[in-house]
Structure formats: structure tokens, C-alpha cells
């Protein structure tokens, strides 16, 4: 579903943030992209949604070019970024609707989705109100009910728990899930690494943008621990 | 306390100007970080850098300006000390003058002082830093003072330095002058300020908050302009009614009888009282609000939320409905953004229905351009189109796509729809302006087929213009690092531009058809086209590439 390959990223300036990364998301994965701080997670993920251009390499989503069909591309794939900065002057609902419009979601089916998903995160009744009066969760949640009301077959999500309260989390995991289990493949960074260990079925681990290690959860994680596995490979690749 | 009002000054002065921090000098964020704080939310981890040459084009554009405003204050002082000094009158000048920097200084500050003092986006930030309430009060309230200084000096200094070379007043004339000058935007700061949180506070109270806004303040300026029309025709007639245009201007605003008395003739005691009814209604009021500040500023910031919503029917409409809509409700939900990019378009039906009911010789008897006879209907179609190139959304329009840039970013819509949708705002609001306020004057005046014509095309030709021209301007020299939109909507430099062209490229041929005849308005009209479909062709072509490029 997802191929990056030899992906290399150099901002003005000089600083590579992303060098010569390489890697397969399968349809039905949920692959954990795991790295430090300004690791180049943030970029790869933002060359993968269409928000960044790069210079080498190649991104591909279900075969087609990022850079030569992005609206294509676009159409099959939702993203959550890190911080939900949504259009503060719409009410929720104008937002989802806004993406239904965009993702020529069918009627009926938009809101039996919006009714489902508003309803699993207990935001429904706030969908009439303005975004700017939402707590930075909630904003969240409508981040992610945008993202799922489209039925994406690529899911791109930056660091999607944060923000979440428990039981928010819990259900985006489920939902995570069911979204695999129908096809289609989930791409997340986290700083989590016990819900990577839990939830995902391989991981890749970056550091100063290039690949460490990359494969199921097995084979990386091993009989350890991916915390310690995690803090092995990058405390000692200098 | 000092250094810490100084970093906080230095932080917003920096962000207010639409300034980046530079690389290669000392960053914002180390002086934030001094504060106490790193790391912060104002961080520019991801922010998109705006275009290189913004801040050298931004300050030379300010310098024109200014300039302008210069030489304009002193054309005005020396026409009007040549009608006043041999009446005797001399000293009408600063008393008038000063009258009118504290209406500039009202004008400017209403819609400030939600932005400034109170709703500014790193509230929680700095609210959360280790200073004192008043410390923030204190920077908040200089930059505003700052703001209004500007203001005073540019009309103060030039039309007092005409004043000197007329009335040649005794050496103790100059500093009494600098003093008054520092302190005469204090109490018309308090008053706007007053006014912007009595609208903000009523507008709060309203489910739809930004309409409420929006019409409140366009009430207050339309007062406002009746106002200064009947000063102007007072100000017109002086030389009959001499002494008591300062009576009329007293008994409105007290301070410049003081401020009058104590410059020219050097009355210590009106001097004191100025002094002292400035600074001490400035300090109580600053004051007042520090006490009350968290208070007042949730009051007026507060969003009304009903949280009753139950699913229904939803409206469905195509991708490019969808993304006009989205351009549209960001017109509409920002006052700021309505009342300086929209009021050419208030302004424009305003006059075409005076115009109607009234009779053209009234209304421009009104706003002191009479006098055209027959050449009225040839100077019109220039005429009208000066309120036209004063409403200019799309200038703002991609800086305003801000943080939230990367929504359409990742959406599955072309490029150039998203162009149009900011085009359509903007040639929709100023097309139905034209074509209602054309229609309403060709029936008020009756001109000939041709001029009725040129009443539409004329207009309709710079509304294309200034549409294209405020797109291609954002496209080069956006700026998603704002924290209030006034930001970019007001002191951009796209936006600036366009409105200063958009002047220069009115009024200069105004004034060729008075001397040459209507044929300028034709050659005009045809150049806007010809520059038209070269900037339409510009914009879907490498605007599209310039919009592509743009990370988030």
C-alpha cells in the first residue's frame, strides 16, 4: 500500500532530515514508525500526505506516484497530524461535512459515519459548536472522525494518542484495528512504545533520518523488550 | 520587572510587525526561555518559512507610506494655515490637528484592542510565564501605544512644524509640543479600547459572535464617517463661523482646549491638566483592566456553546462548492478580516443609494467633491472603482490558511481550485457591489448608452484586477506565523500593496479624465483587461507551482 523509496530530504539550509529511507507498508499493516525527537518522522510523514516535496527518491500509495497523481493519492489516504490546528471558525459538524464534500462521501453514508464515530467519541453534542471552543482532546477526536469518516485505505497519524484520554485511545485502537482487518494499512509515529509493542505488527526505527531496523515486531523486538531494544539501537548507532 | 516588560515588549513588537526571527541574530526563543519557559508553543518547529524578500518589501512599503501620509499632513496644514493666519486663526491648526490624530487614533485601535490587549493566541503562554499580570498589561498596553504614537507623529510633527513657520512661537513653544505629543494618544487609546471591549462584550453574548461583531463596528464606523463629514463641512466653512469650530470641537473633546491652550499660548495650568487627565486616566484605566484581566478577557473571548446537537440531514455539495464555502465562512467569521477587506463594498452601495435618493449633487456636496458638472458622469466609473480596489480579500487569503494549512494540503483537490475559491470571495463580493451600485446610478443620473456601459465596465475591469493582483501578491509573500489575523489581513504587505496601488491606479486617472476626457477611462479599462488575463495566466501557472511548493 505505502512504498518510500531511498527517500532523501534536505531543508534550505542543509539539514538532511530524512536520508536515503526505504520502507514497505503492507495492505492490512499497522507499522509503528518509532525515532527521537527530530529523528525525521515528522518529514517522512509529511512527504508521505503531500504536505512536503523532496528531492530524491520515491513515495508510492497503492502504486500510484505521490508526486505525479497527488490528488489520487489523496483520495485513498487520511492523515491526523500532531497538533489538530483545524479551521477554528467552522463548527464540527461544518468540518466533517466540509470533508465529506471533499471526499464526495455519499450522503447517507456520511452521516451514518459521522453518527457512528461522533457517537464512539462522545463528542456529538459538541459537533454544533464552533471549533475554537473545543479543549485540544476534542479537537483531537474531530481530527480523528475526519480522518475515519472516509474510509481511508493508507492512514497516515502523527503521534494520535496524544492529547486522547484513555478511553479515547482505547477506541481509536479498536477502530485502528477494523480499519486493518477491512484492507487497508495504518502508518504512525508514537513516542509510545508499549502501544507500538501492542498494537502494531511491524516497526521501523529512524535516527537522524536514516533507517535503523525495519520488520514485523518479532523479528526486530525479539525476546526483548522494544523499549530496550529501542534505546539499545539508539544510544549506540552513532 | 523592567527586563522582563522589555522581552515581552520585544516578543510582540516582533510578531505584531510580521517579523520571523532571524537566524543568524539573537532568536525569540531564547528570550522567552529566559523568561522561564522553553520549548514553547510560539516555537517554530515546522513552521513554514515566509517569502525571503516579505520583510525588506514590508519596510519599504511602510516607509512610502509614510512619506505619503507626510506629505499629504502638510500639504492639508499649509492650505489651511493659509486661510487661517490672516483671519487671525492660526491656532485653529493644532487644535484641529490634534482633533484629528485622536480620531485616527480611535478609528485604529477599536478593532485592536481584541487581538492586542485581550484574545491574542498565546494568551495561555504567556499567562503561564513567571510575570506578573501587570507586567503583561503593561506590554500589552505599549504596544498599543506605540502603535497610536506612529500615528501622532505623522500628523503632529509635519502640520505643527507648518504652525511654527506661520504662528513663530517662542522657544518654550517646542518642548511644551514634544510632551503634549508623547502624551496625546493616551486617552483616545482608553476610549477606543473601551469601545472595542463594549462590542466585543455585546457581540459575546450573540450565538453568531463574528456577525454581531462585524455589524457593531460598521455602526460604529459609519458614525464615525458621518462625524468627520460634518467636521470636514465645518472645517470648509471656518472662515465664517471662526472662533466657534473650536467650541464645537471642545465641547466633543475637552483635551484639545487644553492641549491648544498649553502649546500655543504656554498655559502652565491647561498644560498640568492635560498632562495630568492624560497619565491619570491612562494609569487608572490600565490599572482597572490589570486587576480585572483574566476576568474581562475571558468574558469577551468566551465562545457560547450550546452542546445540544442531534444529527440530521446534511448538505451535500461538489468539491468545488465545498472549498468556496470554506473561503467564504473565513470571510465571514473574522471581523477584522469583513471590515478591512470589505469595506469598499459597504461603502460603494452606501454611495450609489445616496446618490439615488439624495441626487449626486448632495452626496458629493457631502464628502466635499463638487463641482463637477457634466464630467460627472465620465469621472464616475474611475470614481466608483476606488471603493472597488479597496475590498481585497484574496490578499490575505493564503496567509490565512495559517497553522491549518495542512488540511488543504492533504485534501484531494486540485490546486487550482483552491485558487478559485479564494478568487470567486472576492469577485463575488465586489461584482455584486458593481453591478448594484452601477444599476442605481445609471438610473439616478441617466448618462448616455456609452457612459451606462463604462458605469459597469470599468469597475468590473479593476475588481478582476485587484482580485488577481491580491492573489499573486499572497501567493509570493505569505505568512502562516501569525497571531492575530489583523496581522495579515491589515499591515500585510500584499495587502498594503494592493491598496496603494489600487489608490494610485484610481486616482491618477480621475484625474486625467477631468482634464482630458472620458477616453483615459477607456484606455484604462482596456490595459486592466490586457493585465488581467496576463496575471489570471500568471496565477494558474506558476501560482499553482508557488502554492505547490509551500511545506506546512
Keep these: ?238 | 520587572m523592567k527586563n522582563k516588560l522589555w522581552l515581552l515588549l520585544k516578543v510582540q513588537l516582533r510578531s505584531t510587525l510580521g517579523r520571523r526571527p532571524d537566524s543568524k541574530k539573537k532568536s525569540v526563543r531564547p528570550a522567552l526561555g529566559s523568561l522561564g519557559r522553553s520549548g514553547s508553543p510560539l516555537s517554530q518547529k515546522n513552521a513554514p518559512a515566509a517569502s525571503g524578500s516579505g520583510n525588506a518589501g514590508y519596510t519599504v512599503l511602510m516607509v512610502f507610506v509614510a512619506i505619503m501620509m507626510v506629505f499629504l499632513v502638510v500639504f492639508f496644514s499649509m492650505t489651511m494655515a493659509d486661510s487661517l493666519a490672516p483671519l487671525g486663526l492660526i491656532d485653529l491648526l493644532p487644535a484641529l490637528m490634534m482633533a484629528a490624530s485622536c480620531v485616527t487614533v480611535l478609528i485604529t485601535t477599536i478593532y485592536k484592542t481584541n487581538g492586542i490587549l485581550f484574545g491574542f493566541r498565546d494568551y495561555d503562554l504567556v499567562m503561564s510565564l513567571p510575570v506578573k499580570t501587570s507586567t503583561v498589561i503593561a506590554s500589552r498596553v505599549m504596544i498599543l501605544y506605540l502603535y497610536n504614537m506612529l500615528f501622532c507623529l505623522v500628523i503632529l510633527v509635519p502640520s505643527t512644524i507648518v504652525y511654527a513657520m506661520y504662528a513663530t512661537p517662542p522657544a518654550g513653544f517646542y518642548p511644551v509640543f514634544v510632551i503634549c505629543l508623547l502624551l496625546v494618544p493616551l486617552v483616545p487609546v482608553i476610549i477606543a479600547t473601551a469601545i472595542g471591549m463594549l462590542i466585543a462584550w455585546i457581540a459575546s453574548h450573540f450565538k453568531r459572535k463574528s456577525g454581531a461583531n462585524i455589524i457593531f463596528t460598521v455602526i460604529a464606523l459609519l458614525l464615525w464617517m458621518y462625524l468627520c463629514m460634518n467636521m470636514s463641512n465645518i472645517a470648509v466653512n471656518f472662515a465664517n463661523i471662526g472662533e466657534t469650530l473650536m467650541q464645537v470641537i471642545s465641547r466633543v473633546y475637552p483635551l484639545v482646549t487644553w492641549y491648544t491652550a498649553a502649546v500655543c499660548t504656554l498655559d502652565m495650568a491647561s498644560f498640568a491638566l492635560f498632562a495630568a487627565v492624560s497619565v491619570g486616566a491612562f494609569l487608572l484605566f490600565t490599572a482597572v483592566i490589570a486587576k480585572n484581566f483574566k476576568h474581562i478577557n475571558n468574558s469577551l473571548t468566551a465562545d457560547r456553546t450550546s452542546s445540544d446537537f442531534q444529527m440530521s440531514s446534511l448538505k451535500q455539495s461538489s468539491k468545488k462548492a465545498a472549498l468556496f464555502g470554506r473561503e467564504w465562512r473565513r470571510f465571514i467569521s473574522t471581523p477584522v478580516y469583513v471590515l478591512n477587506s470589505g469595506i469598499g463594498v459597504i461603502l460603494i452601495l452606501i454611495f450609489a443609494v445616496l446618490i439615488l435618493v439624495a441626487g449626486a449633487g448632495t452626496v458629493l456636496n457631502l464628502i466635499g467633491m463638487s463641482g463637477f458638472g457634466n464630467t460627472l458622469t465620465d469621472i464616475l466609473p474611475v470614481g466608483l472603482s476606488f471603493f472597488i480596489v479597496m475590498t481585497c480579500p484574496s490578499a490575505a487569503s493564503v496567509s490565512l490558511e495559517g497553522k491549518s494549512f495542512w488540511i488543504i494540503k492533504t485534501m484531494p483537490v486540485q490546486t487550482k481550485d483552491v485558487l478559485m475559491a479564494k478568487l470567486k470571495v472576492n469577485l463575488y463580493l465586489t461584482i455584486f457591489a458593481v453591478l448594484i451600485s452601477s444599476t442605481l446610478i445609471n438610473i439616478a443620473l441617466q448618462p448616455t448608452p456609452l457612459q451606462a456601459v463604462m458605469m459597469y465596465a470599468t469597475p468590473l475591469a479593476y475588481s478582476v484586477f485587484t482580485s488577481l493582483f491580491g492573489l499573486r501578491l499572497n501567493l509570493s509573500n505569505y505568512n502562516f506565523d501569525w497571531n492575530t489575523e489583523m496581522q495579515v489581513v491589515k499591515q500585510s504587505m500584499p495587502v498594503m500593496t494592493v491598496i496603494l496601488t489600487g489608490m494610485a491606479i484610481t486616482i491618477v486617472p480621475a484625474i486625467l479624465v477631468l482634464t482630458l476626457g472620458p477616453m483615459v477611462s477607456y484606455i484604462v479599462t482596456a490595459a486592466l483587461a490586457v493585465l488581467c488575463v496576463l496575471l489570471y495566466s500568471n496565477i494558474f501557472t506558476k501560482g499553482i507551482r508557488d502554492f505547490d511548493a509551500i511545506g506546512a
Design chain 1, 1 to 238: 500500500m505505502l512504498k518510500i523509496k531511498n527517500l532523501s530530504k534536505t531543508y534550505k539550509g542543509g539539514t538532511k532530515a530524512v536520508d536515503n529511507l526505504s520502507l514497505d507498508v503492507a495492505n492490512g499493516d499497522i507499522f509503528a514508525f518509532i525515532g527521537h525527537n527530530g529523528a525525521g518522522k515528522t518529514t517522512t510523514i509529511k512527504a508521505v500526505v503531500g504536505i512536503l516535496d523532496f528531492e530524491e527518491g520515491s513515495i508510492e500509495i497503492d502504486g500510484m506516484s505521490i508526486q505525479e497523481k497527488p490528488v489520487e493519492c489523496k483520495q485513498i489516504t487520511a492523515y491526523i497530524p500532531d497538533n489538530p490546528d483545524l479551521y477554528e471558525h467552522m463548527t464540527g459538524i461544518q468540518y466533517l461535512n466540509f470533508v465529506g464534500d471533499i471526499f464526495s462521501i455519499e450522503k447517507a453514508e456520511r452521516e451514518a459515519s459521522i453518527g457512528k464515530y461522533a457517537d464512539a467519541f462522545e463528542i456529538t453534542r459538541n459537533l454544533g459548536d464552533q471549533i475554537s471552543s473545543y479543549s485540544h482532546g476534542m479537537k483531537q477526536k474531530l481530527a480523528v472522525i475526519s480522518a475515519l469518516i472516509h474510509k481511508p485505505r493508507l492512514l497516515v497519524l502523527d503521534e494520535p494518542f496524544v492529547g486522547l484520554d484513555p478511553k479515547a485511545s482505547h477506541i481509536l485502537k479498536g477502530f485502528m484495528r477494523d480499519l486493518c482487518n477491512g484492507g487497508s494499512a495504518i502508518f504512525f509515529s508514537t513516542h509510545i512504545l508499549e502501544v507500538a509493542e501492542k498494537l502494531c505488527d511491524k516497526v521501523a526505527i529512524i535516527k537522524e533520518g536514516r533507517l535503523l531496523v525495519s520488520g514485523t515486531m518479532e523479528e526486530v523486538r525479539g525476546n526483548s523488550s522494544l523499549e530496550d531494544v529501542f534505546l539499545e539501537l539508539t544510544d549506540h548507532e552513532k
